[in-house]
């Protein structure tokens, strides 16, 4: 699959852009990119994965981004690069088509008359701003947002479509958040009622603390970050967050960490900076985690980890007839450690 | 629990439509459906599942589904169905009554000058339809959808409301998405970049690619797909997901596949036809599952599935106080494993 | 961290409203809440973890709300009480400011000409009301709702914001819901027919129950709940629901259960009263839980559970490496549990 564009580069172009060496023809010229095997002369393709090698030689690409070890297999203009997946991201993002965004308050738009919406934002149809929210220079709200009283949304930022930001958020620049996430939602604070007249229920406890976002995050479709009870839920700069994970009141997320699909982190953890956790993983609450953890995909993080590294739970995959018989086992595991024991015991006493 | 509604249909009328062996008189008639238990002689009802066969004498429904086998217990008129469940399932889709789509566009939609809107489509309150997108005949698109720039409907498919299509999504025909599900939002896709004068941050990676369903797809609420970073994420026909699904970008679905809600599916992966992945479930990046596959629910991929049948991982439930125990011993099995074959080798050399 | 509104208190008038016992300057005043550490003279905190005790002396807070036993240890005023964190719940609620509702229909509503809403609701921006819909006595609806035909939402409910219902959902009273939730969304059910001229394909099982939620419910951001095939899926009062969960078709939660973060439940489970079910735990379809049961984080449920206690699932997290060894070696584990048994018989027989 291929991507053309109305722009294109030549190949000395994106060499001093981006500080690559390129190797070839100064003047090929791009105005797209594509994969290795379907990219035609006026595309860029790239070998990041050692697995697509093969494809290099017979590449139509008009230009490849490669390491220097495999310059020798380009059939045409190469750029090196010392990790070419990355070079690729930055060239790539020249040729990304943003829908348009025209500066102003689109008709539709419901806006509070002590919200303060900067000249240079642009406000989709159906957006509603609420009493002295800020909508600072350049930010995109694309349709159907909700930015609740009190919020703030920094400069650059861009709110793809039906993003609901509840009350007392303050995102930073060039915040990028997808479809359908709910930030400063109440969070999940109850306690016990078990006396009085009526039978023992639940009292609600008020959700008086905010939501902080750093710059450069970004937050995926259908995530939901609740504000904190008294304390802010806090993320730093450059967190970036997939879909439908869900950060609960309190939590406080170092900057550059990164969380794949579906994970979750319990009220008032601390997770570190640089951490990477993976796709479903949970982190319990009131936990901490050190900065470099990475969790691998659906684990149960149960205790603080106070040491870099990765960290796993579960049981691998089987066809399920032996794999019940297995489990069934597992209630068992005490009893046949002990019985083990034993054994050795009777062996050493032999 | 029972439903009745203004039409209604004969024994005989019912017989010939789904092609169902009748007995007992043609000419009774029903405008409902409902339990065994609880339909009344104006209402259908059916018996699929054996731990219900003991209602079947007393029901007071006016026709009830069976299977052969049931029909001397029937107390009244019988359809006679090799599977009970699906002619029920087809029978009582006469039933159901759809909210009101009138044709045309509400006048609170946004709709782009470039858009192409079919005129037999109903386009509802505060909808927004982006450039140069298309809307095809029959469409049903509820109140608050979001049909982002360039995006297809495929004829007589259904949003039902509040669906989220962002940019570059194909929809085929008779599709039905349910309210909250976002299609088409930005991948997760980040080049690390280590140096520079800034410290290592984040390179988010352009998501140039799309979404292409499939005719008869149904996707569940809050369900989100992402679209590919070069190839386009795909779903062929008749897959059917339920609530609350991920799909990353670049997943590809084959036709007939069914996810239980809270499924996910990481990027790049490939599931082949008639497979069934179970609630929660979820499959790690880039691999491939055969077709007919079945994966249990909470289960974890973590291989490529290369023959048909059901897969699992996971441990059984018990009472926390033991779990903790077994649990425990869990950290310890490959030293167990190992404390156990030198008993044996000592047990071989006496 | 603090909060400071317009309204005050003083200790005699907290001691009375909420039936505590206070100690010192009756005529202190209060007009907000803050942690211990950060409370000033003006506000109240309270100490219900006892690992917080040591910053009790050193509190600079106006009153503060303990037990008895740490009275000694209070620098000023104090408020008594057997569960602090309960009366503290009570007591910040005084505090806490909602976003501005004015009574009436946002001009930019869409109401159906059927629909009958209370002179006192108020109905926000964009909100969508559908045929037959009855909207109670000082009901908040948000912005961007969408209350579908025949639905009822009970007197004081709050719909936050952008909170859909799709088809025959009746919300009882006080009933709280927060942004991106789906309630009434079609039930996840199929019929596979694999005769015909066609190949074997999914037919869709209409839906045609609704969903009944009772009195003081709360419904977390982006939980999806579905309405039953037949009869409806229920939520007894007091039932609470954190972010993400997804609740079936035809499930029955009993009253005063609640669930943490992306717990899921299965179609026709029936979950007793005063459950507690944690973060992105599961239950399978059509099973029984008892009154007072307890799932502990990320636990499936496969079997029907009969008495009140604490059951978990699952194996501890471990750093990869050794994790990777254990975990191998739950494959062989029936194997192991023989192998045990048959050493043991050996040695009996010795």
Not at 92 to 100: N, T, W
Not at 144 to 170: E, Q
Not at 272 to 298: F, P, S
Request: some cysteine; proline content about 5%.
């Amino acid at each position: 699959m291929t991507v053309s564009t109305t722009t294109s580069y030549t190949l000395a172009e994106l060499a001093e852009r981006f500080g690559l060496v390129a190797h070839g023809d100064a003047g090929v010229r791009v105005d797209g990119v594509g994969t290795l095997a379907a990219a035609g002369p006026s595309q860029l393709g790239f070998l990041a994965n050692s697995k697509y090698t093969a494809q290099l030689a017979a590449s139509g690409a008009g230009i490849v981004v490669v390491r220097a070890e495999n310059l020798a297999d380009c059939p045409g203009a190469a750029l090196v690069a010392a990790d070419p997946y990355l070079a690729y991201a930055k060239i790539a993002a020249l040729f990304e088509r943003l829908p348009a965004a025209p500066v102003g308050i689109h008709p539709s738009a419901v806006v509070a008359p002590t919200a303060r919406v900067s000249q240079s934002a642009s406000i989709g149809p159906c957006c509603v701003i609420g009493d002295d929210a800020v909508i600072g220079d350049g930010v995109v709200l694309g349709p159907h947002c909700i930015i609740g009283d009190g919020c703030t949304v920094g400069a650059h930022s861009r709110l793809v479509a039906r993003v609901t930001l509840v009350v007392r958020v303050t995102l930073g620049q060039r915040v990028l958040i997808h479809p359908g996430a709910v930030i400063g939602s109440d969070g999940f604070g109850l306690a016990f009622d078990r006396g009085g007249p009526d039978p023992a229920h639940w009292v609600k406890m008020p959700q008086l603390g905010g939501v902080r976002i750093g710059d450069d995050c970004e937050v995926g479709a259908n995530t939901t970050i609740d504000r904190g009870a008294l304390e802010d839920t806090v993320l730093e700069e450059d967190v970036r967050l997939d879909n439908q994970i869900q950060i609960a009141h309190n939590v406080y997320v170092g900057a550059h960490t990164a969380m794949a699909g579906c994970a979750a982190v319990a009220g008032s953890a601390k997770i570190g900076r640089y951490c990477m956790i993976g796709g479903n993983a949970g982190v319990l609450g009131h936990l901490e985690l050190a900065d470099r953890v990475t969790i691998t995909a659906k684990s149960l993080v149960t205790h603080s980890i106070h040491e870099p590294g990765e960290y796993s739970s579960g049981v691998p995959l089987q066809e399920s007839r032996p794999w019940r018989k297995n489990a069934a086992r597992f209630k068992h595991l005490d009893a046949y450690a002990r019985r083990l024991s034993a054994l050795e015991k009777d062996k050493n006493h032999e």
